[in-house]
């Protein structure tokens, strides 16, 4: 299973298009071996990047919490008795694949889920967690950060970035309105 976190200036309706695309070339590697599933949080498409990208950004921080519950209801599935591995054993093996402002969501989420619901930390749910184009900043992954519980929840964190992405340029740019002088970590990968 991947979960697909997508990024900022996405209908609902663009999200479910590019899973399916996502669907389609892994099924062409082997088929069902992945289940693609959006996780869609609300954001807009307005006309003008700067008032979309503000106001996606302010949705992806309030969508952690809905999100955050999510995986507290699926932990708590997952240790209750109403699981029962030998009938019903979840073998897939759950990714994250987050694109440009979704790492904002997974990173929001993480932090709310740590902070409202788990006494003893993150839990390492994710196999592998996949940052595309991180509409987040460099420093987001260090210890002490916010992004470093992406790290507690995954076995493995794969950043891809491309120093060339003009749109993360626009973001660190835009980012200054906040006081925040810090390099996209999908544009520099470090």
């Not at 595309?132 to 076995?155: F, K, P, T």
Request: aromatic fraction near 10%; charge should be neutral; hydrophobic fraction near 45%.
């Amino acid at each position: 299973m991947v979960l697909y976190l997508h990024g900022f200036s996405n209908l609902p309706e663009d999200v479910f298009k590019a899973v399916a695309e996502f669907q389609r070339l892994c099924d062409a590697k082997k088929d069902k071996e992945v289940l693609v599933v959006p996780l869609v949080w609300p954001c807009d498409n307005d006309l003008g990047i700067v008032k979309d990208y503000w106001d996606d950004q302010k949705a992806a921080d309030a969508s952690a919490y809905s999100f955050s519950r999510v995986l507290q209801k699926f932990l708590a599935w997952r240790n209750s008795d109403k699981y029962n591995p030998q009938a019903d054993p979840f073998l897939k093996r759950v990714n994250v694949l987050a694109h440009s402002m979704g790492n904002r969501v997974l990173r929001e989420t993480l932090a709310a889920w740590n902070s409202y619901d788990l006494a003893d930390g993150v839990p390492l749910i994710f196999r592998n967690t996949f940052l595309v184009a991180a509409d987040i900043v460099n420093e987001s992954l260090e210890v002490g950060q916010r992004g470093e519980l992406i790290c507690h929840a995954s076995r493995n964190v794969i950043v891809y970035y491309a120093s060339d992405d003009l749109a993360l340029r626009s973001s660190k740019a835009a980012n200054l309105k906040n006081k925040v002088a810090s390099r996209r970590l999908g544009h520099t990968g470090c």
